[in-house]
């Protein structure tokens, strides 16, 4: 029985070659984007505009910095002397009146001295005192019988009169005045001229 079919051979592919296969697209974007001029403009514009903002503020702040007048610190003598002068209106109670002047002299020789006298009791003070030769041995002397009356007021309920009152605040402002800094002796009292002899 003779039958006719068809022989089928598949399609053989190309021989592989060695060259490498190039894709193409259709659409290629540039290595290097350049922007729009009105960019570079506008940048540049607002560079120039931070700076002119930023040097008209310096030379501003420097008017002002120069127009503000340098106050020099008070001395610690002179707001000893204010802090005494105002203790003087409680003369009449005598236990504000010994706390003012005890606090001005110790708050002086504090910054006068970098002594802690605000922290410490008076006998601590005093201590600490003895070992320094900022004062005259006379200073000290003084000073601890300034404190001691101080004390005496502020913890005994001591009140004496108005004599006495004024006597401490004397002893602390002689305190003051006796070791200001830059101290200069006092002048010479001038001489008093002799009596001229009455001719007869």
Sequence with gaps: MNTNSALIIP????????????VFHDVLKPLIQ????????????????????SWMAWRYWRKRAAAVPVVPPVPPHVRARRRLDAALSLLSQPKPFSI?????????????????APERTTEEFLYELQGTNLLTA??????????AGCDLIKFAKYEPAEVG???????????????????????????TPAPVAATP
């Design 165 to 191: 009152l004024r006597a401490l605040h004397e002893a602390a402002l002689r305190l003051v005045n006796e070791t200001e800094p830059g101290l200069t002796a006092p002048p010479a009292a001038p001489a």
């Design 138 to 147: 006379s200073q000290k002397l003084s000073l601890a019988d300034f404190l």
């Design 34 to 53: 350049i922007p729009n001029a009105w960019l570079w403009f506008i940048w540049i514009a607002a560079i120039l505009a931070l700076l002119a903002a």
């Design 11 to 22: 399609a053989q592919s190309p021989p592989p070659t060695n060259g490498v296969s190039l």
């Design 100 to 116: 003012a002047v005890s606090d001005a002299v110790r708050s002086y020789l504090e910054e006068r001295f970098d002594f802690h």
